[in-house]
């Protein structure tokens, strides 16, 4: 149950809706307790024949007060405990994104959306369970079995009373048993689901790829594959709940043939009274349920330990890049923009090789510079330093004199305007995927943003323009339009420093043209990085940086560099040979 402990400020912060809800059950329970009493009273007047119509008026009076105090008592401890456990399923939903939301992209790369989705529904709802109705049957169970059958021992009979539990040692042994294997076999359901929720998410964002290769045939196969999995192992996980609840049912049996069999002959005999005897099949059939709910009460709280555990090793994941320590830090920095990479050299883990080797440059403010590299050269690496998605080695990445890595992470991010090779839109309006790095924008800012990134023209095209939903990931967007919206919500952000990460390569030269020339007063007013595989793109760069498998092989002009007949002299020429083709065909 260590598990929990990572719920302890959320126990301590509710602890009087649970008291309040335990007190409120043991009431209820108390009142359960009280109704064999009564019962027996009454079946011993009618064995003794005083049992008049108003005496009979009389407990039934009682039994019908007690029935109403134990439904108000009911009421209470659902809406306390159960309420309680509800709050909890949505704090705990709350801190897991949370988390999610601080953990750096690494981790992103080694966990599937299906097992995190997984996560944060299925474990989420057992760990309610457990904490709720959990809770609720365990208080149950022990007081209801515990004082229902010391009342038999005191008010009845000792040795029938013990007679009835001979089967509870196997009880417990069962109990222990069982809940370990459920707690396993519940682990690899949990672990299942995630592949098959993987697979159903995976499958759905990539439904266009699917049809277009006709592959709808084999991914129906694959999925059929991952859900005959998830219920195998859902079955093996029923098959031992299946011999459990039984086995609770059949020695609880056992108990009910002793007593009724030994209980009717003490009872023929006149050792005890019938009252006694209604009683005492009044208190076990009472504790016969709570004992009968141990085995839920092991099946949901092993399942909940279990979901908590897997929970707690996100929760425990903690993210690569973080603050520098206090006195490190230089919260007080006000970006300039120049930026400057001093001998890095990077690789991604100690087992693989280095995809920067030996950068040494300084870009000045208000410079623009572009870079120019095939493809695996690590232009795209070089800014993810920048921006810490990765962390460089100290000393290698500074701006404005101070190592990034003493920089806040919000200051930094904050300061850098960055458009990704693969843009993300949200299924929101065309005007709130623009307007999402700023808290409030006036519509005027979000047009004036679209109209340099040359989106505006086509927005206003739209049926209810910028109110326009775009889909999920822009799914409605054409790839040129959506690289566009990106690049407003950059501008829109307003940076000291502008990173354009091969953003264009969805639109024609035409419209790359129109981006670049509207983009020229934005730049000159910050630090610019434009990464691209097209010259075309880049030649209008103040200078431009060519990388090849990781090293600076050149940086210049773009007049300079041809005349040095290099690696961006030979680019320059094939892309030509490839207009020019394009244009014959």
Same mark, same amino acid.
């Given at each position: 149950?260590?598990?929990?402990?990572?719920?302890?400020?959320?126990?301590? @912060?509710?602890?009087?809706?649970?008291?309040?809800?335990?007190?409120?059950?043991?009431?209820?329970?108390?009142?359960?307790?009280?109704?064999?009493?009564?019962?027996?009273?009454?079946?011993?007047?009618? /064995?003794?024949?005083?049992?008049?119509?108003?005496?009979?008026?009389?407990?039934?009076?009682?039994?019908?007060?007690?029935?109403?105090?134990?439904?108000?008592?009911?009421?209470?401890?659902?809406?306390?405990?159960?309420?309680?456990?509800?709050?909890?399923?949505?704090?705990?939903?709350?801190?897991?994104?949370?988390?999610?939301?601080?953990?750096?992209?690494?981790?992103? =790369?080694?966990?599937?959306?299906?097992?995190?989705?997984?996560?944060?529904?299925?474990?989420?709802?057992?760990?309610?369970?457990?904490?709720?109705?959990?809770?609720?049957?365990?208080?149950?169970?022990?007081?209801?079995?515990?004082?229902?059958?010391?009342?038999?021992?005191?008010?009845?009979?000792?040795?029938?009373?013990?007679?009835?539990?001979?089967?509870?040692?196997?009880?417990?042994?069962?109990?222990?048993?069982?809940?370990? !294997?459920?707690?396993?076999?519940?682990?690899?359901?949990?672990?299942?689901?995630?592949?098959?929720?993987?697979?159903?998410?995976?499958?759905?964002?990539?439904?266009?790829?699917?049809?277009?290769?006709?592959?709808?045939?084999?991914?129906?196969?694959?999925?059929?594959?991952?859900?005959? !999995?998830?219920?195998?192992?859902?079955?093996?996980?029923?098959?031992?709940?299946?011999?459990?609840?039984?086995?609770?049912?059949?020695?609880?049996?056992?108990?009910?043939?002793?007593?009724?069999?030994?209980?009717?002959?003490?009872?023929?005999?006149?050792?005890?009274?019938?009252?006694?005897?209604?009683?005492?099949?009044?208190?076990?059939?009472?504790?016969?349920?709570?004992?009968?709910?141990?085995?839920?009460?092991?099946?949901?709280?092993?399942?909940?330990?279990?979901?908590?555990?897997?929970?707690?090793?996100?929760?425990?994941?903690?993210?690569?890049?973080?603050?520098?320590?206090?006195?490190?830090?230089?919260?007080?920095?006000?970006?300039?923009?120049?930026?400057?990479?001093?001998?890095?050299?990077?690789?991604?883990?100690?087992?693989?090789?280095?995809?920067?080797?030996?950068?040494?440059?300084?870009?000045?403010?208000?410079?623009?510079?572009?870079?120019?590299?095939?493809?695996?050269?690590?232009?795209?690496?070089?800014?993810?330093?920048?921006?810490?998605?990765?962390?460089?080695?100290?000393?290698?990445?500074?701006?404005?004199?101070?190592?990034?890595?003493?920089?806040?992470?919000?200051?930094?991010?904050?300061?850098?305007?960055?458009?990704?090779?693969? =843009?993300?839109?949200?299924?929101?309006?065309?005007?709130?995927?623009?307007?999402?790095?700023?808290? !409030?924008?006036? /519509?005027?800012?979000?047009?004036?943003?679209?109209?340099?990134?040359?989106? +505006?023209?086509?927005?206003? !095209?739209?049926?209810?323009?910028?109110?326009?939903? *775009?889909?999920?990931?822009?799914?409605?967007?054409?790839?040129?339009?959506?690289?566009?919206?990106?690049?407003?919500?950059?501008?829109?952000?307003?940076? @000291?420093?502008?990173?354009?990460?091969?953003?264009?390569? +969805?639109?024609?030269?035409?419209?790359?043209?129109?981006?670049?020339?509207?983009? *020229?007063?934005?730049?000159?007013?910050?630090?610019?990085?434009?990464?691209?595989?097209?010259?075309?793109?880049?030649?209008?760069?103040?200078?431009?940086?060519?990388?090849?498998?990781? @090293?600076?092989?050149?940086?210049?002009?773009?007049?300079?560099?041809?005349?040095?007949?290099?690696?961006?002299?030979?680019?320059?020429?094939?892309?030509?040979?490839?207009?020019?083709?394009?244009?014959?065909?």
């Amino acid at each position: 149950m260590h598990e929990f402990a990572t719920l302890k400020e959320f126990f301590l @912060r509710n602890k009087w809706r649970y008291i309040g809800g335990i007190l409120a059950l043991l009431a209820v329970d108390t009142l359960q307790l009280v109704m064999p009493q009564l019962l027996k009273a009454a079946a011993n007047e009618l /064995q003794r024949g005083t049992l008049t119509h108003a005496l009979l008026l009389h407990y039934v009076g009682l039994l019908v007060l007690v029935a109403i105090g134990i439904a108000a008592g009911r009421f209470g401890w659902r809406i306390l405990i159960n309420g309680a456990a509800r709050q909890l399923e949505r704090e705990l939903r709350d801190r897991f994104f949370a988390h999610l939301e601080k953990l750096s992209a690494n981790f992103f =790369n080694q966990r599937t959306v299906g097992d995190l989705m997984a996560h944060a529904t299925n474990d989420i709802g057992a760990v309610r369970v457990a904490a709720g109705p959990g809770i609720v049957m365990s208080v149950d169970s022990i007081f209801l079995s515990v004082s229902g059958l010391a009342t038999m021992v005191y008010t009845i009979d000792l040795k029938l009373t013990g007679l009835a539990l001979l089967p509870m040692p196997l009880l417990v042994v069962a109990i222990v048993y069982f809940g370990r !294997e459920i707690n396993r076999r519940f682990r690899r359901v949990q672990e299942s689901f995630a592949d098959l929720t993987s697979t159903a998410e995976e499958n759905l964002n990539g439904v266009r790829v699917v049809k277009a290769f006709v592959q709808e045939e084999a991914e129906m196969a694959k999925f059929s594959q991952r859900n005959q !999995e998830y219920i195998a192992r859902n079955m093996y996980l029923v098959r031992i709940w299946g011999l459990f609840d039984p086995l609770m049912q059949w020695l609880s049996g056992i108990s009910l043939v002793i007593v009724i069999g030994y209980g009717g002959y003490l009872t023929l005999n006149g050792s005890i009274s019938l009252g006694d005897f209604v009683a005492f099949n009044s208190y076990l059939g009472l504790i016969t349920g709570p004992i009968m709910g141990f085995g839920w009460v092991v099946n949901n709280v092993q399942r909940g330990v279990a979901s908590m555990a897997r929970i707690n090793a996100i929760l425990r994941e903690v993210p690569e890049i973080q603050d520098a320590p206090a006195g490190e830090l230089r919260p007080d920095v006000k970006l300039q923009g120049a930026i400057e990479f001093r001998h890095l050299t990077f690789r991604y883990r100690p087992d693989l090789p280095d995809v920067l080797k030996d950068i040494d440059l300084r870009i000045e403010p208000g410079e623009t510079v572009g870079i120019l590299g095939r493809t695996g050269s690590g232009k795209s690496t070089l800014v993810n330093l920048l921006l810490r998605v990765y962390d460089p080695p100290a000393g290698t990445v500074w701006i404005d004199g101070v190592d990034v890595r003493h920089i806040p992470l919000a200051t930094l991010r904050e300061e850098i305007g960055y458009v990704p090779q693969e =843009n993300f839109l949200f299924s929101a309006t065309v005007a709130e995927n623009i307007a999402f790095a700023k808290d !409030e924008v006036h /519509q005027e800012e979000v047009e004036q943003a679209a109209q340099v990134a040359a989106i +505006a023209e086509d927005v206003e !095209e739209f049926p209810a323009g910028y109110q326009t939903m *775009v889909g999920e990931r822009g799914i409605t967007l054409s790839g040129g339009q959506k690289q566009r919206v990106a690049i407003a919500r950059a501008i829109l952000k307003n940076p @000291r420093i502008l990173v354009l990460d091969d953003c264009l390569s +969805a639109v024609d030269t035409r419209t790359e043209e129109q981006i670049l020339g509207r983009l *020229v007063e934005v730049m000159h007013q910050r630090t610019s990085i434009l990464i691209s595989h097209r010259i075309s793109t880049l030649r209008r760069a103040d200078r431009i940086v060519v990388l090849d498998q990781g @090293r600076l092989v050149e940086c210049g002009t773009h007049a300079q560099l041809l005349q040095r007949h290099g690696l961006y002299w030979e680019t320059y020429q094939r892309q030509l040979l490839e207009e020019k083709l394009a244009e014959e065909a």
